[in-house]
């Protein structure tokens, strides 16, 4: 499966942005979802995920409340909403998919990665 993320942008403090990921190639209804992100001279951590059927959802405790991630198989998109942000949440955002109906919150248990999008979020 193909990944393309978009959405990311310059925002200032408190500010909103929704992010985008669509999936070509192969059955999108197939894979859990994730959202990790990347910061200059840090790891790779995990932001947001979700299942392959939308139901089940998991966050990193330091987004939880402000973002929301969302799954539309019908329009192979899965969606992440950035609310209140802060400039800790400044980094490249990447996403993932999966194959399987379960989400993980470690990069190496996901198969495909999307090429990023850039968040910056000033103070």
């Known amino acids: 499966v193909q990944l393309q993320a978009s959405g990311g942008g310059l925002v200032q403090a408190g500010g909103s942005l929704r992010l985008s990921c669509e999936a070509s190639g192969r059955t999108f209804s197939d894979y859990a979802m994730a959202w990790f992100r990347q910061a200059p001279g840090k790891e790779r951590e995990f932001v947001a995920a979700i299942s392959r059927s939308g139901r089940s959802t998991d966050y990193a405790g330091s987004v939880k409340d402000r973002f929301t991630i969302s799954k539309d198989n019908t329009k192979n998109t899965v969606l992440l909403q950035m609310n209140s942000l802060k400039p800790e949440d400044t980094a490249v955002y990447y996403c993932?998919?999966?194959?399987?109906?379960?989400?993980?919150?470690?990069?190496?248990?996901?198969?495909?990665w999307g090429q990023g999008t850039q968040v910056t979020v000033s103070s």
């Open positions: 993932a998919a999966r194959s399987s109906s379960y989400p993980m919150t470690t990069p190496d248990r996901y198969d495909y």
